[in-house]
């Protein structure tokens, strides 16, 4: 997450980072730059992580050159798209409460078709999404895992990736399990007048225990773990799953859409070079040869308009308009002609109709396209499958679950 200064790589620190985790880092906040269109700290904040400024170029030059600038939002469109493909399921023998909430799986009135929908965009976004089922709280108690009384139920939580910062699995007979995980979420705390801040707080769930933790420093450079809260439960797993886009080992698995992302990086930087050829080249520059010298020893200005004549001496003068030839902006648009294309193949465009292909092309790039659509699939139904249970758990419907209990996604997706 932007703008936390805490330390990442000191593992008695309760904001340590995993290794793997910190590989991705850059990976996952180029995704995030690109899904927010470049607007993530505000109106086109980081194009300037993409657009360098140029040796000797004046600071106002360049933030000219990046107010003209644009990003295209094929990245975007193309998650939105994907995800829409994974949309169409069925809920099958879910428990009962799930069923009367189905509007509001959050608190905050998501449905359950809009809720997975958000969760699949961030899979294929960052490689992988968090779930996480809680329990409204009893009279107002903090207990993450009260069961359900008096209208309570249990709800979802979706957890980026970057903030599940730490984790400690185990194998028992090849099957995976999760011992420990520390989650890093954004808290709100008043500050002077009616001010507020935001700092972040750390959840370590771990089976049967949840510790809420925040770091202080204790001196200029020195930082130290503060435990804020911890709660005792009587769940024997921690009650988080995992999304990934291609693997189902926890908080594993590649960017799927990174290809895409750096191609949308380059168009953007290479569109920005070619509008400020554009820019630049727009207007011819007059010529003008032999001009009568006037009493003050200097040329008289040259004013241009429609009603305006320009004077030149007898022998030598002339007056033409020097524009540019071209060829360099021509060379230019077949460039970031060529990188459309490439970005066209590493999204899904075709699949509503931004382009024209032939049908073995359309055929073969479809299958490519149904064996990433099939890993999800799968994926997909193995998560929820593991959320409706635990949603039964919290609920005390652990008899409503069935061997049909799941997501059956609709079978004309394929075809």
């Known amino acids: 997450m932007h703008g936390i200064a805490h330390p990442i790589n000191d593992p008695a ?18 995704a995030y730059d690109c899904w927010t269109l470049l607007n993530a700290d505000g109106l086109g904040a980081a194009k300037e992580k993409y657009l360098h400024r ?26 939105r798209s994907y995800a829409g493909l994974l ?24 449905s359950m078709t809009s809720f997975l929908t958000r969760v699949d965009e961030m899979a294929l976004r960052d490689g992988g999404s968090f779930v996480m089922v809680d329990m409204m709280p009893d009279n107002g108690s903090d207990n993450f895992f009260d069961q359900m009384n008096d209208g309570r139920h249990p709800y979802f939580i979706s957890i980026e990736r970057s ?3 730490n984790w ?29 801040k935001v700092e972040p707080i750390y959840y370590v769930l771990t089976p049967g225990k949840v510790e809420t933790y925040r770091l202080v420093k204790s001196d200029a450079s020195r930082w130290s773990n503060q435990k804020i809260d911890e709660i005792n439960t009587s769940l024997p797993i921690v009650p988080l799953v995992w999304y990934g886009a291609t693997t189902t080992r926890f908080a594993q698995g590649d960017l799927p859409m990174d290809g895409l992302a750096d191609l949308s990086i380059q168009h953007f930087q290479m569109r920005s070079d070619l509008t400020e050829l554009l820019h630049k080249c727009a207007m011819p520059v007059p010529v003008r040869k032999g001009a009568p010298i006037g009493p003050d020893g200097k040329p008289a200005p040259l004013i241009l308009g429609p009603n305006t004549a320009v004077d030149l001496s ?14 360099s902006l021509e060379r ?10 490439l970005m066209d193949r590493s999204s899904l465009n075709f699949l509503y109709g931004a382009n024209v292909k032939t049908a073995t092309e359309a055929s073969l790039r479809a299958s490519q396209v149904a064996s990433s659509v099939a890993a999800l699939i799968r994926n997909k139904a193995a998560m929820f499958g593991i959320l409706m249970r635990l949603w039964a758990w919290y609920a005390g419907e652990q008899s409503a679950i069935t061997s049909e209990s799941g997501l059956a996604i609709n079978d004309s997706l394929m075809s």
Do not use: C, W
């Open 87 to 110: 949309s169409r399921f069925q809920i099958m023998d879910a428990p009962e409460s799930m069923k009367v909430n189905d509007d509001n799986v959050d608190l905050q009135g998501s």
């Open 168 to 196: 400690q699995v185990s194998y028992e007979r090849g099957r995976e399990m999760v011992e420990r995980v520390t989650v890093r979420q954004l808290r709100s705390v008043a500050s002077e007048g009616y001010g507020s």
């Open 314 to 327: 007898a022998e030598g003068g002339d007056f033409s308009f020097a524009e540019p030839s071209g060829k």
């Open 332 to 341: 230019h648009q077949q460039e970031i002609q060529h990188v459309e294309q």
């Open 13 to 30: 620190l309760v904001s340590y980072h995993r290794p793997e985790l910190v590989k991705l880092l850059p990976q996952l906040e180029q």
């Open 54 to 79: 140029e040796p000797a170029e004046p600071n106002g030059a360049y933030l000219a050159r990046l107010d003209r600038s644009t990003y295209t939002p094929i990245y975007r469109d193309s998650i």
């Open 163 to 165: 903030d599940v910062i």
